[in-house]
């Protein structure tokens, strides 16, 4: 994968990113071997009883690099990784962007289905993952896309065995081949895909100077420092999450790692690490709420909370403020394709904290278009747009994605809906997408609708999300039957269940409609469905 495998956003002039300081010429080779040299006793990785210095990191780093060029992996060539926050994925990710590799990330509850077309869009040579995912052996179904497949060659696996795969451990140890240079700035670090599995994959393609400079800037507002230690509740197969790993590295802080988000195991971990900066989502915090673990006493290590990945009502944003002793709620906006977008600042007054995701971040501008196309004014609702320093490169091998991804004059269109106040602050209203956002995990349903689709008496499918109290949104699934079809959701999930296709993105409510509503030219009006069951 090459720089000239995308299309360039019409961000602009890189130069003028350049000289405005905004881009620096350094990769995530270049910060780790810096915090080596100058602090290689202090704990880079707190991972349950394990902890990491940074030259252990270093080290681990190095050979794992060292492990994949025996593997014939290559500058230029995508590594995909399906971990869980654990100290793997983080040696992974940095020996992958050593040897000038780039790192595609899979989310971990993604089964063959999604595996395989995502591996295959991206041309993916390697794969690293789990043995098993709770009762899914990812590592088994993973070597059947390998015998068909024409990039994928290597699976190796981590905590367990799978006959024909390799393991983690034997890779991870085999220290002594030279490394070669450190990959340019401006070369290809990241591809991340935004919406699954569709026909046409949206993979966003990033070079090491879009997300860590990103990440520089942001640090400095946010008030992150090298004594920090930061916990992340989202998984780092986001981009939320590696938002979060990104500003520690950047740093030199502590990465607090947590493998899966559970309420109780999540306070434990603040209370033993002594967190000190928290990344969470609204439904993170209803459930910490939920279950009163947000004790003052239990979390008076904390000096920031941060939430994104959904609107988060202000009741939440409230509840948790009133629970931090010695802390503030700050709220973030951001996509896979432009990382934090947006976010509130520590001196910003509770009503703004609590109230709007802030100002832009740096080198980043934001402006509401209304339905005329042009700049709304302040206080109108309308579509969120964004240019700037932190705008991806492009999406890997879609033409007709990248041209309708911007407005003219280099302008991102968001698909959220939204406004901003006089102050340049903004507040999420909605969006004009149809990508579901079930606790923050935003997804396509075009998958799952197209599978559905293709059951016995299925006429037509469309997924539709509708409200919910904790996640803020779920998938209801609409059908239309043929005469004297019978269906329920345990067939339709069932049939889901065999077609690979992962659980996160399964319905949980289903409508039985007797005809589809439809627009002039046959596409399904998705506003016009709505759920009559309790």
Known sequence: ????????????????????????????????????????????????????????????????ASGLKGLGVRAGDVVAVQLPNSIEFVVAYLAINRIGAVMQTLHLPYRIAEIENLTEHSQAKALICLQKYRDYPIGEQALKIVEKSKTLKQVVVVAGEAPGALRFGDVANAAGRDLGPVPRADEPSLVLYTSGTTASPKGVLTDHRVFLSNARLSAIELGITASDIVLNAAPFTHLYGLFSLHLGLYVGGIASLLPAFVPQEFAQAVVKTHATVLFTAPAHCSALLRAKLLEPTAFQSVRTLVISGSICPPDIADGVAAQLKNGKVLQLWGMTEIQAGAYTRPGDPPEIRHRTIGRASPGNELRIVGDDGKPAAAGTEGELQIRGASVASGYFANDEANKAAFAEGGWFRSGDLGKLDAQGNLTITGRLKDVINRGGVKFNPADVEAAIAKMAGVQACAIVPYKDAVLGEKACAFVQLGTNVKMTLDVILQHLEHAGIAKNKWPERLEIVGQMPLTPTNKVIKSALKITTG
């Open 1 to 64: 994968m090459r720089k000239g495998d995308i299309r360039p956003f019409p961000r602009g002039v890189p130069e003028r990113l350049k000289r405005d300081g905004l881009w620096r010429d350094e990769t995530l080779a270049d910060l780790l071997a810096r915090h080596t040299a100058k602090q290689p006793n202090k704990t880079a990785i707190l991972s349950g009883p394990d902890r990491l210095t940074y030259s252990e990191l270093d080290r681990r780093m190095r050979s794992l």
